[in-house]
């Protein structure tokens, strides 16, 4: 049982930056792999990188990579996006996301915090 609590979204300007946090309540917290996902409506959900939260292995997607750094605070259970030199195309719902770490499929979901890069 995992609950998922984003913050930390706003509106920047163009290669500013931005830290979004996720708090995970009700979890054994080093069971699960924790990501950041985005979406613009009418498109697809996009992943933006995560984390496995025992071990502390990383991945960042591409379009992302260079520029958004995934981490964690597990004392705290907390999961960290640090978004830099954001670019408008940035723009999305930013959501976290939990899974167990054997499994493929994202059980658990924020309700999103908004991100909205302007030029």
């Known amino acids: 049982q995992v609950q998922l609590v984003e913050s930390g979204g706003g509106s920047v300007q163009a290669g500013g930056s931005l830290r979004l946090s996720c708090q995970v309540f009700?979890?054994?917290?080093?069971?699960?792999?924790l990501g950041w996902f985005r979406q613009v409506p009418g498109e697809e959900r996009e992943g933006v990188a995560y984390?496995?939260?025992?071990?502390?292995?990383?991945y960042v997607y591409d379009s992302v990579k260079g520029r958004f750094t995934i981490s964690q605070d597990t004392a705290k259970k907390t999961l960290y996006l640090q978004m830099n030199n954001l670019k408008p195309e940035d723009t999305a719902m930013y959501y976290c996301a939990a899974r167990n770490r054997f499994e493929t499929n994202w059980d658990y979901w924020g309700k999103g915090t908004q991100v909205t890069v302007s030029s």
């Open positions: 009700g979890a054994t917290y080093s069971s699960y792999c």
């Open positions: 984390i496995y939260s025992g071990s502390g292995s990383t």
